[in-house]
C-alpha cells in the first residue's frame, strides 16, 4: 500500500542490488536461494552452491547481491514483494474502508474479501520456495524475520485485527481482535505448510471454496 499511514508498507528492494524489472538471472538466483537456505538454513549455505545451482558463476552473483548475507536479505524482500502483488489491492481497499464512520456489516465484507485473497494467495499462488524460506524464519529467526515481521507480519495481522473490532462493533479489545486475527491467518498457513497431513486427514474435499466458507463463518460470527 502506498499510503504513509498504511498497516502495510511496501517492501523495499535495494537499488545496489543490480535489480531490473524482469531479470531472468536474478530471479533464478532468488529462486534458488529461498529453496536453499529455506530447506538448510544460511550458515548452511554457500554462495558457490547457489552459484551452481543456478547456472552462474560467483562474480555474477556478486554483482547482483554483493554477498550472502545480501542475497539472504534479498530473499525476504522478494517475497515481500511477491505478497505485495497478490494482496495490495484488497488490502488497499481494506484499509481505506476503516477510514470512514463505523461499519461493522461493510467492515465483515471487507474482510471476508481480505481472508479470501489472502487464501487463494497461500493456497494457489503462493511458491514452495517461499514457503520453505519463511518456516525457516519462523522456527531460526534471523535478520531476515525482522524484515518479514515489519513489512508483512506485524501490518498484515493489525489490518486484520483492526477490521475484527470494526466488525464486531468494537465489542472486543484489540488484544482480543489481535488473537482473533492471529487464528484466523494461522489456520490458513497451516492448510499450506500441511497439505501432506490435510490431503490423508480430510482428502480432496477440502477444496479452497471450503476453507472460504469455514472463514466466512468465522467473520459472521463477529457480528
Known amino acids: 500500500m502506498n499510503s504513509k499511514n498504511s498497516p502495510l508498507p511496501p517492501p523495499t528492494r535495494s537499488a545496489t542490488t543490480g535489480y531490473r524489472k524482469g ?3 536474478r530471479v533464478r538466483i ?3 536461494a529461498l529453496s536453499a537456505f529455506g530447506n538448510s538454513g544460511f550458515a548452511a549455505v554457500t554462495t558457490r552452491q547457489i552459484a551452481e545451482e543456478a547456472g552462474i558463476n560467483l562474480p555474477a552473483l556478486n554483482y547482483y547481491f554483493g554477498n550472502k548475507e545480501g542475497l539472504y536479505l534479498a530473499c525476504a524482500h522478494e517475497i515481500l514483494a511477491r505478497y505485495r ?3 495490495d489491492d484488497v488490502g488497499q481497499t481494506a484499509f481505506a474502508s476503516l477510514q470512514g464512520p463505523p461499519d461493522p456489516a461493510g467492515a465483515r465484507a471487507q474482510l471476508k474479501l481480505l481472508l479470501t485473497a489472502l487464501a487463494r494467495f497461500l493456497l494457489t499462488s503462493a511458491s514452495a520456495q517461499n514457503r520453505l524460506f519463511v518456516q525457516r524464519e519462523l522456527a531460526d529467526p534471523g535478520p531476515a ?4 515481521y515489519a513489512g508483512l507480519w506485524r501490518p498484515g495481522i493489525e489490518l486484520v485485527a483492526k477490521l475484527i473490532i ?3 462493533g468494537e465489542k472486543l479489545t484489540t488484544a482480543q481482535a489481535r488473537v482473533r486475527a ?3 491467518i494461522a489456520g490458513l498457513t497451516g492448510f499450506q505448510s500441511g497439505a501432506a497431513i490435510i490431503s490423508r486427514t480430510i482428502g480432496e474435499a477440502a477444496s479452497l471454496t471450503m476453507v472460504i466458507e469455514a472463514l466466512e463463518a468465522q467473520v459472521d460470527a463477529l457480528a
Open 30 to 32: 532468488l529462486n534458488v
Open 23 to 25: 531479470d531472468e538471472t
Open 85 to 87: 502483488e497478490g494482496m
Open 145 to 148: 524475520f525482522e524484515i518479514l
Open 182 to 184: 492471529v487464528l484466523m
Open 166 to 168: 470494526a466488525a464486531s
